[in-house]
């Protein structure tokens, strides 16, 4: 990858990679403002890098919308929907997009209550709920999730978390980011550091260790 990226001429990433194996689920850690969420916005191509690219087998997947819409699923830090649709309109029209439909979704994070209301509606948990299931739609290889389990029920987080280890068991690769610990140790076997704009792989033991010695966040 070796991501650079700037803000108004101050640098973020500085070679910034994070590589993953199938049936992997990786941690992105780093202090706060340390870059985790720009960089995982670059991996899912919501903004483009100074220089650097994602690769998959070996070529780029830049604007490769077949990629990105059936083989890249994203859930962002914050929810990115449509105000103004309802919960099903919001569904349908991703369906339409990737060209897939994933009703066990649904059913997994107790979308049928909602599908009547509109986005604008809808409380950050269940806002959260529907920004997963338009990620999981097309049932991705790949799954790039920033504070995936923020706002959410404990309910839903144990069922997210399940069906997450069931797709890892069948080959899907997690990125996954989140400011807590217990969280990082339960979620993931090996962590990337992100400090200083530039990345080191570690166990997730490591990244914790790491981050809480002079009180710095996950």
């Excluded at 590589?19 to 995982?40: C, D, Q, Y």
């Excluded at 948990?125 to 923020?150: H, M, N, T």
Aim: charged share 30%.
């Amino acid at each position: 990858m070796n991501i650079f990226k700037a803000y108004r001429g101050a640098a973020v990433l500085k070679g910034a990679s994070v590589s993953l194996e199938p049936g992997e689920r990786m941690a992105l850690a780093g202090k706060n403002g340390s870059g985790k969420s720009t960089l995982m916005r670059v991996i899912a191509q919501r903004l483009r890098p100074d220089s650097g690219s994602v690769e998959l087998d070996g070529r780029s997947v830049a604007r490769d919308r077949e990629f990105l819409r059936k083989r890249l699923g994203y859930i962002p830090q914050e929810c990115e929907l449509a105000e103004f649709l309802t919960v099903k309109q919001q569904l349908e029209l991703w369906r339409a997009a990737v060209g897939a439909e994933y009703p066990e979704a649904d059913e997994l994070l107790g979308l049928g209550e909602l599908m009547k209301k509109r986005i604008s509606e809808l409380s950050g948990g269940q806002r959260k709920r529907v920004s997963i299931a338009l990620a999981i739609q097309a049932r991705p290889d790949y799954l790039v999730a920033d504070e995936a389990f923020a706002s959410l029920d404990a309910e839903y987080r144990e069922r997210f978390a399940a069906w997450m280890r069931s797709r890892c068991e069948d080959g899907m690769a997690v990125l996954w980011c989140t400011h807590d610990a217990q969280e990082l140790r339960r979620m993931c076997g090996r962590a990337v550091l992100l400090d200083g704009g530039v990345t080191r792989t570690v166990s997730a033991d490591e990244a914790v260790q790491f981050l809480s010695e002079d009180g710095r966040n996950v």
